[in-house]
């Protein structure tokens, strides 16, 4: 049986190579890796409930095979904050079984519960098999991201 739960303090062994798998999707692996110092604060983050920062594991028969980020935020278009589901992740073993829409829905119950009536997320073009998943759940607003770092 599938469980989706909040991340726990003892569940870092178990997140770290799913949280690495992510990164390396994103082609943040080697050279270009996240520098230690940021796994380690993200992670301390999500523990604290102070943070606005939430974190969601999904587990099956004791092993970790998914994960799911969120943030909540103030938005200039909306009175109650919002939902930024930052990042999405399943064990590549372990697609096609449901996990990360049950992560997604995980994540809509708990903005719900928390009074917020948006989650938004972004994903590479190139991600064609999470589209297919998104599309499903959610609309795509026709919106490009533009980042610049100072």
């Known amino acids: 049986m599938l469980t989706i739960r909040p991340i726990e303090d003892r569940d870092f062994a178990a997140w770290k190579p799913l949280w690495d798998g992510y990164n390396a999707f994103y082609g943040r692996l080697g050279a270009t890796a996240l520098p230690d110092a940021v796994t380690q604060t993200t992670w301390q983050r999500f ?3 102070a943070e606005a920062m939430h974190a969601l594991v999904a587990e099956r028969d004791g092993q970790l095979l998914g994960l799911c980020h969120n943030l909540y935020h103030r938005s200039t278009t909306l009175i109650d904050p919002t939902c930024y589901l930052q990042d999405l992740y399943t064990d590549p073993a372990s697609r096609g079984q449901g996990i990360g829409r049950a992560l997604i829905q995980a994540v809509y119950r708990q903005a719900q519960a928390a009074g917020i009536v948006r989650v938004y997320w972004h994903t590479h073009e190139s991600n064609a098999a999470g589209r297919l998943l998104y599309d499903k759940l959610a609309q795509h607003l026709g919106f ?6 100072t």
Do not use: R, T
């Open 47 to 49: 523990l604290d409930p």
């Open 144 to 149: 490009l991201v533009y980042s610049h770092y």
